[in-house]
Each structure stands twice: as C-alpha cells, then as structure tokens.
C-alpha cells in the first residue's frame, strides 16, 4: 500500500524560508521519480517541481532559483527546500507519485506566506 505524508507546512513572512518533507512508503522509494504539487486557493493544482530516480530536478518557471527538491533515499523521503517566499507561494503543497498510470498523492501540507 502506496502512502505519502507531508509535513513542514506553516506560516511564514514574505521573504522567509521553509523546508517540506514527504516520506513515502510501501513503494521501492529509490526507483521512482517524485512530484511536488500546490493548489493555491482558488486555483488549480500545479506542478511545481520534480525529482527523477537518479535525482534530477526540473522546475517549474515560478518557483525556479527558491525552491530546491532533493531526495534520501535512505530515508525513503524527498525535501522540498523553499527560499524567498512570496505571498502568491500560499497553497497547499501536495507530495505526488506515478506508477504506471495510478497517481498517488499525500494529505497535503498548508504554506502561508504572510506578513
């Protein structure tokens, strides 16, 4: 049984930094790409970074420069490190997994960018 569970969220000043962390379970952790997502409110979930097995990231355009995805694969756990918070980085922040052609995600953790 696949389970994802974030944690990290909070309430942070503009220009403040957080670090996300999703640990995964039931799943061979190291061979597989891994996803962050957020869903600001209002709005539809984006894609906001991604990590590959052998530990590439890509980003997305709006998050590109603040934000750094690593993984540990020894703690079957990925880290979303987040710099130079923004009041428009407010979302649920939502830790993500595809196998085959199931998507599997977590409870969602809440960031607030406010002064």
């Known amino acids: 049984q696949v389970r994802l569970v974030e944690s990290g969220g909070g309430l942070v000043q503009p220009g403040g930094s957080l670090r996300l962390s999703c640990a995964a379970s039931?799943?061979?952790?190291?061979?597989?790409?891994m996803n962050w997502y957020r869903q600001p409110p209002g709005q539809q979930r984006a894609l906001v970074a991604t990590?590959?097995?052998?530990?590439?990231?890509n980003y997305a355009e709006f998050v590109k420069g603040r934000f750094t995805l690593s993984r540990d694969n020894a703690k079957n756990t990925v880290y979303l490190q987040m710099h130079s918070l923004k009041p428009d980085d407010t979302a649920v922040y939502y830790c993500?997994?595809?196998?085959?052609?199931?998507?599997?995600w977590g409870q969602g953790t809440q960031v607030t960018v406010s002064s």
């Open positions: 039931g799943i061979r952790f190291s061979n597989y790409p």
């Open positions: 990590i590959t097995s052998g530990g590439a990231t």
């Open positions: 993500n997994l595809k196998i085959d052609l199931l998507g599997f």
